[in-house]
């Protein structure tokens, strides 16, 4: 594992060179792209071009936050309070770049699930704990851009430390109160700073938490499932092997999020369609996307979480044993429309059938959340509304 850099070897050494070197290889990708085009006989889906733009387009990003961060600091006396705002409309540019780079490169496409009661985000909100999956690949992009593009949330994002190895998102989410945290359960101080950072949430402002601690892929799963046997933790394990689609979330951070008494209410966010693509590998063999990502959030009011610890775990792991049970009712869905209206898969035998006759059954709740937090079956799980597919605006 690749140690980070201390701050000054990152500030004076790492980042000035980046800019070059950044330049340098978008000019390289465009150049692979052109050469990708005459290939286009033997690669008819024109991959190579695809992902030669996207990397061009991601490598200009990275060089034009580092410069516009520098005249930011430059500008800091004079821009006074607009210091923050200035870097958050940087951000905000940035990745709207970015995502309609995705967009007309690679057919990224974003579907949003909303619950069709609650607060809505922005406009004077009280500070939000955002707690979503992580897998696929560029979901964390996609859910910060809609925070600030959709929802008009400041988000204050909590990172795996070895972000800080790209310049961009060290210096725009340093500047704008991100936590980086070892995920290794070697930072024994990460519950404590994400709890300071939750106590400094204003209004509009949300603290961004992956719990699992890393992206999703069936072989993590199966090696933290091992891990749990051989330390003899029974109950962790079981939990694991229950969620097949999700790693069981890590409560510690989350438990500091809430008993900083700021957090008001809480958006559990799920997602599918894309987090099947676990390796560099499966991404290439799907570009062009044919399916969109497809984005479910809830609200969890905190007057439904419960005050003690171990009830903020149950809780915790009830959310997302729901989110394990919608991202599997999806995958369904995809499996019937591959196979055909004829297929066995879209007519199941009775015996295996689910329990809900309509197909909802494994939708998000929306307001109540059993009493007990033990998995819950997908029959058990109210109804979801109408996805839209207007995406982040």
């Known amino acids: 594992m690749m140690a980070v850099p201390p701050w000054p070897v990152r500030r004076f050494v790492i980042d000035p060179l980046f800019v070059p070197l950044a330049a340098a290889g978008a000019v390289v990708g465009l150049v692979v792209a052109a050469l990708g085009l005459l290939g286009a006989p033997l690669d008819r889906r024109l991959r190579v071009t695809r992902a030669a733009l996207l990397a061009a387009a991601y490598l200009t990003a990275e060089a034009v936050v580092i410069v516009s961060a520098f005249g930011l600091w430059l500008a800091r006396p004079a821009l006074g309070r607009r210091y923050e705002g200035a870097h958050v409309w940087l951000l905000r540019r940035a990745l709207d770049e970015l995502i309609a780079a995705a967009r007309r490169l690679v057919g990224f496409r974003l579907e949003i699930g909303e619950p069709p009661v609650g607060p809505a985000p922005g406009g004077g909100t009280p500070p939000v704990l955002v707690l979503s999956r992580h897998g696929g690949p560029g979901d964390s992009f996609v859910l910060v851009h809609l925070l600030l593009s959709h929802y008009r949330l400041l988000p204050r994002v909590v990172l795996i430390d070895r972000l800080q190895l790209d310049p961009a998102i060290d210096i ?28 400094r949430l204003g ?33 962790r394990a079981a939990v694991a092997e ?152």
């Open 203 to 235: 209004a509009d402002e949300a603290l961004v938490i992956f719990p699992e601690g890393a992206n999703f892929t069936p072989s993590r799963r199966r090696r933290l499932i091992a891990r749990l046997r051989a330390r003899g933790q029974w109950d």
């Open 242 to 393: 229950d969620l097949d689609a999700v790693l069981p979330p890590r409560p510690a951070g989350v438990l500091a999020a809430l008993a900083a008494g700021t957090i008001t209410a809480t958006m559990i966010v799920a997602h599918a369609g894309l987090d099947e693509l676990n390796d560099p590998g499966e991404v290439w063999r799907a570009v062009p996307f044919t399916a969109p990502l497809l984005l479910r959030w809830w609200w969890a009011p905190v007057e439904q979480i419960p005050d003690s610890a171990a009830g903020r775990r149950q809780w915790l792991t009830m959310h997302w044993a729901v989110m394990n049970a919608w991202i599997d009712a999806r995958r369904a869905d995809v499996d019937v429309e591959k196979a055909g209206p004829d297929s066995d898969a879209a007519h199941p035998d009775a015996d295996a059938a689910d329990p809900a006759s309509d197909g909802d059954a494994a939708d998000p709740p929306d307001a109540e959340w059993p009493a007990a937090a033990a998995l819950p079956s997908e029959a058990a799980v109210p109804t979801v509304p109408a996805v839209r597919s207007d995406g982040p605006s």
């Open 172 to 199: 725009l989410l340093g500047r704008l109160g991100a936590c980086f945290v070892r995920n290794d359960g070697s930072d024994d101080q990460a519950a404590a700073r994400i709890g300071e950072l939750a106590g």
